[in-house]
T-cell receptor, first 111, second 116 residues
Framework: SQQGEEDPQALSIQEGENATMNCSYK?????LQWYRQNSGRGLVHLIL?????REKHSGRLRVTLDTSKKSSSLLITASRAADTASYFC???????????FGSGTRLQVQP | SAVISQKPSRDICQRGTSLTIQCQVD?????MFWYRQQPGQSLTLIAT?????????ESGFVIDKFPISRPNLTFSTLTVSNMSPEDSSIYLC?????????????FGSGTQLSVL
């Protein structure tokens, strides 16, 4: 069953705007990761945040993690048309090797 | 980072037939994972494949339907057996590498399977 729920399911913004996606999960985790998928192909790893971290940055990406609320957010600043893709959060649950993926957010950036 | 070659990239198959998907990694890895992504859905783990041992299947997936081979540390196959239209999905292999406090996954480009 799906551990992570993401919202919104779909997001459409203009180039230059910021995009925020949220992820909630249910179990205890070691870390939370965000992945990007273009056109239903292989996923690409974006960023990993450990359970003892609250915020992390990588280029135009900013990830927050609130373990008390079991939630995370991914912010993409100054979006570009090339950011159009589906974004998935994935949790590394305590005691389990495989990742559990959220339901995903489809982001459309209009040029 | 690992480079994964997955093939075929897509196939259209008839009901009742089987398809074997191959996944080749450019480095030796301990664990390989096979995921399924049904249309418009997220990824669901099918099984974990370790070299030299039986694959570990997730709830809802069985070896008779999805036999997996892992003959060495760089290669694995997933077979989708006795296919039905409900098996139409993207199938993805992945490997993990340790990075900055956790294991992250590298994915093959996926196999888009359509069953008629």
């Amino acid at each position: 069953s799906q551990q992570g729920e993401e919202d919104p399911q779909a997001l459409s913004i203009q180039e230059g705007e910021n995009a925020t996606m949220n992820c909630s999960y249910k179990t205890s985790i070691n870390n939370l990761q965000w992945y990007r998928q273009n056109s239903g192909r292989g996923l690409v790893h974006l960023i990993l945040i450990r359970s003892n971290e609250r915020e992390k940055h990588s280029g135009r990406l900013r990830v927050t993690l609130d373990t008390s609320k079991k939630s995370s957010s991914l912010l993409i600043t100054a979006s570009r048309a090339a950011d159009t893709a589906s974004y998935f959060c994935a949790t590394a649950d305590t005691g389990r090797r495989a990742l559990t993926f959220g339901s995903g957010t489809r982001l459309q950036v209009q040029p | 980072s690992a480079v994964i070659s997955q093939k075929p990239s897509r196939d259209i198959c008839q009901r009742g037939t089987s398809l074997t998907i191959q996944c080749q990694v450019d480095s030796q890895v301990t664990m390989m994972f096979w995921y399924r992504q049904q249309p418009g859905q997220s990824l669901t783990l099918i099984a974990t494949a370790n070299q030299g041992s039986e694959a570990t299947y997730e709830s809802g997936f069985v070896i008779d339907k999805f036999p997996i081979s892992r003959p060495n540390l760089t290669f694995s196959t997933l077979t989708v057996s006795n296919m039905s239209p409900e098996d139409s999905s993207i199938y993805l292999c992945s490997v993990e590498e340790t990075l900055g406090g956790g294991e992250k996954l590298f994915f093959g480009s996926g196999t888009q399977l359509s069953v008629l």
